[in-house]
């Protein structure tokens, strides 16, 4: 089994910074690939972004493209999504996920963390 551990998310004002965690502990994963993906009230699950196990091949929604920059920690098991020029519509409870390869296809993930709320004020 695998652990996914999500923080960083809070309360800012529309222009502000986040910057999202995620920790993986548990079963050892080879070569996989981590994404995030964000909810809103009333909406379904939608990608955001994720990166591969070299950090070499990157992809982003195209409403959080130029505005959020996925990474991974040096011992691979960490991601972080940092968030510049928040808008209110970046609301949402954001989840990160692992997968045997990058992809926007929440069902392709296989492991899921908590999630962490975003919420930014107008």
């Known amino acids: 089994q695998v652990q996914l551990v999500e923080s960083g998310g809070g309360l800012v004002q529309a222009g502000d910074s986040l910057r999202l965690s995620c920790a993986a502990s548990?079963?050892?994963?080879?070569?996989?690939?981590m994404g995030w993906f964000r909810q809103a009230p009333g909406k379904e699950r939608e990608f955001v972004a994720a990166i591969s196990w070299s950090s070499s091949i990157n992809d982003y929604a195209d409403s959080v493209k130029g505005r959020f920059t996925i990474s991974r920690g040096s011992a691979k098991n960490t991601a972080y999504l940092q968030m510049n020029s928040l808008k209110p519509e970046d609301t949402a409870v954001y989840y990160c996920a692992v997968a045997p390869s990058v992809s926007r296809t929440y069902y392709f993930y296989d492991y899921w963390g908590q999630g962490t709320q975003v919420t930014v004020s107008s």
């Open positions: 548990g079963r050892t994963l080879s070569m996989y690939a």
